[in-house]
């Protein structure tokens, strides 16, 4: 099983709609979570990170964590094409390591 | 530095040959970090280094790849007897180091090429 997981997509959605990104880790203890956003030919950049259980809103982007479940996801709000990327679901496992999911792409249709 | 600063940018080299790629992190920033990403691939995590701690070396591929941190500020990714596998960006990351959060700053990468 890998650390981190992540439906590679691509995930496809009309412009204006909610995009739904999922992830979900498999270390228990792990403590911080991140989402990054990467767009083709570009480093990552990051987007949001959550480590409470719940929701944390930013903008159009809402973090969603639920430790029980092992799970963590991404929502994005009235999608626009600019939002057309990979996004990097990330892990803080414990110390300093941080593990990256494969990432999901995202495609925003105009 | 204002962000995390990676060189060269772009590295052609031929199978057998060793590489040297540098990264220069943001200042202040004690851990740094180095992953590889494949063409249409995640991120592969390959070593970190904190402050004076011994580096987690866990994902170093093989024994041809070495890195180094001097004086706690730059770091030297090596890869010695380059196969062609090896090619991909290589990316330099740093982080405060405050295990709370610890949000991860990359550079724009190293994009090697094994011919």
């Known amino acids: 099983q890998k650390e981190v997981e992540q439906n590679s997509g691509p995930l496809s959605v009309p412009e204006g709609a909610i995009a739904s990104l999922n992830c979900t880790y498999s270390?228990?203890?792990?403590?911080?979570f991140f989402w990054y956003r990467q767009y083709s030919g570009k480093s990552p950049e990051l987007i949001m990170s959550?480590?409470?259980?719940g929701d944390k809103e930013d903008g159009r982007f809402t973090a969603q964590l639920n430790k029980a479940s092992q799970y963590v996801s991404l929502l994005i709000r009235d999608s626009q094409p600019s939002d057309s990327a990979t996004y990097l679901c990330?892990?803080?496992?414990?110390?300093?390591?941080?593990?990256f999911g494969a990432g999901t792409r995202l495609f925003v249709k105009a | 530095g204002a962000g995390v600063s990676q060189s060269p940018s772009n590295k052609v080299t031929e199978k057998g040959k060793d590489v040297e790629l540098r990264c220069d992190p943001i200042?202040?920033?004690?851990?740094l970090y180095w992953y590889r990403q494949s063409l249409g691939q995640g991120l592969e995590f390959l070593i970190y280094?904190?402050?004076?701690?011994?580096?987690?070396k866990s994902g170093l591929p093989s024994d041809r790849f070495s890195a180094e941190r001097t004086g706690g500020s730059v770091s030297t990714l090596t890869i010695q007897r380059t196969q062609q596998e090896d090619s991909a960006v290589y990316l330099c990351?740093?982080?405060?180091?405050?295990?709370?959060?610890?949000?991860?700053?990359f550079g724009e990468g190293s994009w090697l090429t094994v011919v």
């Open positions: 990351a740093s982080s405060t180091g405050y295990s709370s959060g610890n949000t991860i700053y």
């Open positions: 959550i480590y409470s259980n």
């Open positions: 200042s202040g920033h004690t851990a």
């Open positions: 270390d228990r203890g792990s403590q911080s």
């Open positions: 990330a892990v803080n496992t414990g110390g300093f390591k941080t593990i």
């Open positions: 280094f904190q402050g004076n701690s011994a580096p987690d």
